[in-house]
């Protein structure tokens, strides 16, 4: 897969005026993660789990390589320091060359962007060129267990052909409540001419597509592609569904205003399932520059982004990782997820910073992947204060996933 699909890089064309209304994020605190994460090759597509934890791609040395013997594109992870959004440790590789013959998530080849579920029990990722792929680049999922700081890799599939093609797909986000996943494809529009591609053709234009989870086959159902003008004329990359399970934002180049290349815009579901008009992120999270790759913590208070900008000190290389400090602008975020092995009683506690504000059990639940909403009562039926919230399922007396809440 050439380069230019997994960086995606930027058009760059002329700078609209910004005509609509005025950006919620337009005193937006935007900082260059420094030399701490940030490498002098590219580092992109960051996407941070509900305790902190930073999944991001890297070609920086430590990186598996490529034939030619330069380093690949590797998933990488930053594990965020206490009570800090912004500043991390040291990132590590979770699957380094040293790991000769063992590798189950890195490989010789390029891997692209992920996600991770809300449960922190599947990685979603992209790897390109693999033994066995459908297309370019094609979408996997991993199976997590932790021990402590460490993550291991239990297990790895290739998602089915209902979700991967012949062509490109790749930069996957998966909702909150593990039932639908976007994900950007240079697939054709129109299933017709699916079949049409001819050799050295060029791509075709980028666009989101999404897939829904069947509960009663266990299947991710076939894709389909954005509705509502979400998916314009141009490109539209980089989805991320928000913790609310309302909010996508995107990178697009299709959409206007735009201020040169792709900009950074978001959507939100209302009450009838459509989509609202894209809105620009307006300055300064958009620039003349490209910027790409672009997801926020469960809180909404944090956006992280990858660009090409170098007007913020700090700037390391090609293609860096950012964070910009905004107000909140999502709905409440009260789903509960968990994943099990095997059937067990199951218990949730919902505390804040005063101790245990709910607590109940469930009762026995079978193997498999679960969600339950929080409806934002406290154990006397009273609705809490808007605020943050943390939760922890127990199975079978084990606490087992911790997460956060958005209550407002």
Not at 41 to 69: C, E, H, K, W
Not at 134 to 159: H, P, R, W
Not at 176 to 197: C, G, I, V, W
Request: glycine share 8%; charged share 20%.
């Amino acid at each position: 897969m050439k380069i230019i699909y997994l960086l995606l890089a930027c058009l760059c064309l002329p700078a609209a005026a910004f005509s609509q209304a005025e950006s919620p994020y337009k005193d937006a605190r935007i900082i260059n993660l420094g030399k701490d994460v940030n490498s002098n090759g590219i580092d992109y597509a960051p996407y941070v789990s509900t305790d902190g934890t930073m999944f991001f791609v890297s070609n920086r040395p430590g990186s598996q390589l490529l034939q030619d013997g330069k380093p690949s594109h590797d998933i990488w992870m930053a594990l965020r320091k206490l009570n800090q959004d912004t500043v991390f440790y040291p990132p590590i590789n979770p699957d380094p060359p040293e790991n000769k013959g063992k590798h189950t998530l890195n490989s010789v080849v390029n891997e692209g962007a992920a996600c991770i579920s809300l449960d922190k029990k599947i990685l979603y990722y992209t790897g390109c060129q693999r033994p066995g792929g459908m297309g370019d680049c094609d979408l996997y999922m991993a199976l997590l267990s932790y021990k402590g700081d460490t993550i291991s890799v239990e297990k790895i599939f290739q998602l089915s052909r209902n979700i991967n093609s012949e062509y490109w797909d790749s930069q996957p986000s998966i909702s909150p409540d593990n039932t639908r996943l976007y994900f950007a494809s240079n697939r054709p529009l129109n299933p017709k001419m699916q079949h049409e591609k001819r050799e050295n053709e060029p791509p075709h234009d980028m666009n989101i597509w999404y897939s829904d989870f069947d509960l009663e086959s266990n299947q991710w159902r076939p894709a389909v592609p954005m509705w509502d003008g979400v998916n314009s004329n141009g490109k539209e990359i980089t989805p991320f569904i928000a913790a609310d399970n309302k909010t996508l934002f995107f990178a697009s180049d299709g959409h206007s205003p735009n201020f040169g290349g792709t900009d950074f815009y978001y959507t939100q579901l209302d009450a009838d399932n459509h989509w609202s008009r894209p809105v620009n992120l307006g300055k300064p999270l958009n620039t003349k520059d490209g910027e790409m790759f672009i997801s926020a913590n469960v809180a909404g208070t944090t956006l992280y982004f990858s660009s090409t900008r170098t007007d913020i000190s700090g700037y390391q290389g090609d293609l860096d990782i950012y964070a910009a400090t905004v107000p909140n602008i999502f709905g409440e975020v009260n789903f509960i997820s968990w994943q099990q092995t095997q059937t067990a009683t199951v218990e949730i506690t919902v505390s804040n910073s005063k101790g245990i504000v709910r607590a109940v059990s469930l009762g026995e639940f079978g193997a498999g992947r679960h969600t339950v909403d929080w409806d934002g009562k406290d154990a006397n039926k009273q609705r809490v204060p808007p605020g943050s919230y943390t939760y922890e399922v127990k199975l079978g007396g084990v606490v087992d996933t911790k997460g956060m809440l958005i209550m407002k």
